[in-house]
């Protein structure tokens, strides 16, 4: 690790944000309100359960109600979308979470546009992208790229004129993030499978984000000495644990700051999720 190194962790993003969703909350409960989000899972995949204990703990602490929905791995499309559509109908219930990737047997294009936009606080249908691109538009943003933001603007990382590089090209992370680094003034390129030679690519980064689902592949070749080094992905690091795109060793000797896998951008966002239930639930009382 170089001497000057920072560390940016999630934990004081999330508890910043935090601490604003709580009052939002105690003014809802003055009101008779409690905000809900509700998670639909299908199956009984390892990583969904752990996500949605995960979530259950942040809306627990911040006094937001929780409903676990779960259906069999073999349920069929018409019993997600009757699912879907009956959490839609509540109006106790404000978020609706859906974990993906859903069995083979139900097409994401199904879900995307039977998730009512109000509810829909994972940003997975077609308001959260438009709202993308067009922030004026109602729809929440996708709460990972948002994360990488608010972590990037708590630890006051210089964005205008930045020149960032985005290393994977996913609808609701990569891309996303491109656009909301565009906004905040970065000048940006986005990298994926096809690209050629990404070291040299992200070597002249200021600003590179690590969003590609494959354990360690970055290392200090891919980062130029002081950059700041932004790791979205969770993989599975073969030993019962977790780790990021990045090679942590290996670019902290390099990077001027980092974030860690874990403790980095995952508790930021399921707080984001959190909020954006928080902030569902104010729109649909006024
Ligand atoms: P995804 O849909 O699989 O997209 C991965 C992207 O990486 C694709 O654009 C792909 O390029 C690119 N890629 C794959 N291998 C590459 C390589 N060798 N070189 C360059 N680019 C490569 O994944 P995602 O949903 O965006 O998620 C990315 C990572 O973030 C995953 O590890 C996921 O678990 C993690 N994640 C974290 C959070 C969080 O809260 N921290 C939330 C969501 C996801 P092509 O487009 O060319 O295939």
New binding site residues.
């Given amino acids: 690790m170089n001497e000057k190194f920072i560390l940016m962790t999630g934990r004081p993003v999330a508890d910043a944000i935090a601490s604003g969703v709580m009052e939002d909350v105690s003014r809802l409960s003055d009101m008779g309100v409690t905000p809900k989000l509700a998670t639909l899972r299908i199956g009984n995949r390892a990583d969904d359960i752990a996500y949605e204990r995960a979530i259950i703990k942040v809306c627990r602490s911040l006094n937001v109600g929780t409903q676990t929905c779960a259906l069999p791995g073999s349920a069929s499309e018409e019993e997600m979308l009757k699912k879907i559509e009956e959490l839609g109908r509540d109006d106790s219930v404000h978020g609706i979470l859906p974990f993906r990737p859903m069995p083979g047997q139900i097409s994401i294009s199904s879900l995307k546009s039977a998730l009512p936009p109000a509810k829909d606080v994972d940003c997975i249908g077609p308001a959260g992208s438009a709202a993308v691109f067009d922030r004026s538009l109602a729809g929440f943003l996708p709460?990972?790229a948002e994360?990488v933001m608010e972590t990037m603007f708590h630890y006051n990382v210089p964005l205008e004129g930045a020149n960032a590089v985005v290393?994977?090209?996913?609808m609701?992370?990569?891309r996303a993030l491109a656009l909301l680094l565009l906004d905040a003034n970065c000048t940006v390129t986005v990298?994926?499978?096809?690209?050629r030679d990404?070291p040299s690519i992200a070597g002249g980064a200021d600003l590179l984000i690590c969003?590609?689902?494959?354990a360690k592949?970055i290392d200090a070749r891919y980062v130029k000495a002081g950059a700041v080094v932004v790791d979205?992905?969770?993989?599975d690091d073969g030993q019962g644990g977790i780790c990021g795109?990045a090679d942590f060793e290996s670019i902290s000797g390099v990077a001027g700051a980092a974030t860690p896998v874990p403790r980095?951008?995952?508790a930021v966002?399921?707080t984001l999720i959190v909020r954006n239930t928080v902030r569902a639930c104010k729109r649909m009382i006024g």
């Avoid at 290393?167 to 996913?170: E, K, P, T, Y």
């Avoid at 979205?232 to 993989?235: F, P, R, S, Y």
Wanted: glycine share 20%.
């Fill in positions: 709460c990972t994360a290393i994977g090209r996913s609701v992370v990569g990298c994926h499978s096809r690209t990404i969003a590609i689902g494959r592949m979205v992905g969770i993989n795109d980095g951008i995952g966002t399921s």
